[in-house]
């Protein structure tokens, strides 16, 4: 089965080697060919090479990018952004009418230091499909309005997780209490990177 915890030890692990290396990678940058990204599309393959020529968003970008307000929600006016010059933010919302409702998201940028971590999750967390029945809920991988997503829900104690990828670069990962993951979907359809990286 596989669990949140596992996102976050892969995320350790690849942002202490990249800290470790960064000096060592941005001098080869120049000579490396930058990799596309393969899409089925003409109007996708031009939105793609644009993210891929642009650098990595900076973090005052992705917080202004995130609402502050949606679908009933609210975000707290503290975010954490101590991840040195990593392109990544965490936010937390909570309901307006029901504190006991909330959720944290943090959106990772995959261009630049972070684009093994990105690439790392997206293989370990959202390989192949399935759907695994849980004694108190489920957990699964499928794809939803065209987008592969891992989502797990234990109703028994109000959990809910959330993760994806966009444009093989954006990693959105949601983790909520005392709701199901059907509010995080709401939220994905007004949060398209595409504007960020161009």
Same mark, same amino acid.
């Given at each position: 089965? /596989?669990?949140?915890s596992?996102?976050?030890?892969?995320l350790?692990?690849a942002l202490i080697g990249?800290?470790?290396c960064?000096?060592?990678k941005?001098?080869k940058?120049?000579?490396?060919?930058?990799?596309s @990204?393969q899409?089925?599309?003409?109007? /996708?393959?031009e939105?793609?090479?644009?993210s891929v020529?642009?650098?990595p968003?900076?973090k005052?970008e992705l917080?202004?990018w995130? %609402?502050m307000?949606h679908a009933?929600?609210?975000r707290?006016?503290?975010?954490s952004?101590e991840?040195?010059?990593?392109?990544r933010?965490?936010?937390?919302?909570?309901?307006d009418?029901?504190p006991?409702?909330?959720f944290?998201?943090d959106?990772l940028d995959g261009?630049? %230091?972070l684009?093994?971590?990105?690439? +790392?999750? @997206? /293989?370990?967390?959202?390989g192949?499909?399935?759907?695994?029945?849980l004694l108190d809920?489920?957990? /699964?991988?499928?794809?939803?309005? +065209?987008i592969?997503?891992?989502?797990r829900?234990?109703p028994a104690?109000?959990?809910a #997780?959330l *993760?994806?990828a966009?444009? *093989?670069? #954006?990693y959105f990962?949601?983790?909520g209490?005392q709701m199901s993951?059907?509010?995080?979907?709401?939220f994905?359809? @007004?949060?398209? %990177?595409i504007?960020?990286?161009q």
């Amino acid at each position: 089965m /596989k669990t949140p915890s596992y996102l976050h030890l892969i995320l350790g692990i690849a942002l202490i080697g990249l800290e470790a290396c960064e000096g060592n990678k941005n001098s080869k940058n120049d000579s490396e060919p930058t990799p596309s @990204i393969q899409t089925s599309s003409d109007s /996708k393959a031009e939105e793609s090479s644009s993210s891929v020529a642009s650098g990595p968003v900076s973090k005052s970008e992705l917080l202004d990018w995130l %609402p502050m307000n949606h679908a009933g929600f609210t975000r707290e006016k503290n975010p954490s952004t101590e991840y040195g010059d990593l392109p990544r933010v965490q936010v937390r919302y909570v309901h307006d009418e029901n504190p006991q409702k909330r959720f944290t998201l943090d959106v990772l940028d995959g261009k630049g %230091p972070l684009v093994v971590a990105v690439n +790392g999750m @997206i /293989k370990a967390n959202l390989g192949e499909e399935y759907d695994e029945p849980l004694l108190d809920g489920y957990a /699964k991988v499928y794809v939803s309005n +065209g987008i592969k997503a891992f989502e797990r829900h234990t109703p028994a104690d109000g959990k809910a #997780f959330l *993760q994806y990828a966009l444009d *093989q670069r #954006f990693y959105f990962d949601f983790q909520g209490e005392q709701m199901s993951p059907d509010i995080f979907w709401e939220f994905q359809k @007004i949060l398209d %990177p595409i504007s960020l990286s161009q």
